[in-house]
């Protein structure tokens, strides 16, 4: 009942760092009549990129929506060239939230803040570098961005960034392990990300696990 309560009172809801599930849009809906927005953006670029307002009586996919002014997107290929609406790719982000890199790690800097071959003026220096997120992507009709996933073994839990192969690295630290993988998964009944690791123990000792 407190649940309730508290939720009719909420005029504005924003999402990020998520997949924004409809399900969970209708449910808010049931207890109030809150407006719901759902965003998206890396930390390495000031957080918020875009913003959509979601209306679940008309929606049937959630996207990530627009670009905020002064927030440039792309959607690319591996050669960096410009895909057309449709057609998946990496999400590229420039505009004036792009950060500068990461502290004491120039090869990571150099890797995911690079050059922006699309600025008209050389001395356009907030457009000058786009950072790549490493998600995936692609326009639609409409304009806005339908998020797909990751390119790496990177995955969201909580909002929290999880690197798949660095857990992997250290399961395999126990001495009877020889060989492991982790992945993600989803539950059905409440969308709620989990993680699962598989391991063969050396020599045969027993069944496979999980």
């Known amino acids: ?3 309730k309560s508290y939720i009719s009172i909420i005029k504005v809801i924003v999402f990020i760092g998520e997949v924004l599930p409809l399900s969970l849009c209708e449910m808010i809906h049931k207890y109030s009549n809150c407006k719901i927005y759902n965003s998206y953006g890396p930390t390495e670029c000031a957080v918020t990129c875009t913003y959509k307002e979601i209306d679940d009586k008309v929606e049937k996919k959630i996207t990530i929506g627009k670009p905020l002014c002064n927030c440039k997107l ?3 290929d591996k050669y960096m060239n410009v895909v057309p609406v449709g057609v998946e790719g990496e999400i590229v982000i420039g505009g004036y939230g792009v950060g500068k890199g990461y502290l004491n790690n120039d090869d990571l800097t150099n890797e995911k803040f690079i050059k922006c071959p ?20 692609k326009w639609t ?8 996933g990751r390119m790496d073994f990177q995955v ?7 690197e798949l192969g660095e857990i992997e690295t250290v399961v395999k630290e126990i001495n009877e392990i020889e060989h492991i993988v982790v992945i993600d998964k989803t539950k059905e009944e409440t969308g709620e990300k989990y ?3 598989y391991y063969i123990l050396k020599n045969n000792q027993g069944d496979d696990d999980t």
């Open 1 to 3: 009942m407190k649940f």
């Open 74 to 76: 792309y959607i690319v």
């Open 118 to 137: 699309y600025v008209v003026k050389d001395n356009d220096i907030h457009n000058s570098i786009m950072y790549r997120t490493g998600d995936i992507g």
């Open 141 to 148: 009709e409409n304009g806005e961005i339908e998020c797909l």
């Open 156 to 162: 969201k839990i909580n909002g929290h960034r999880i």
């Open 195 to 197: 993680l699962i690791c």
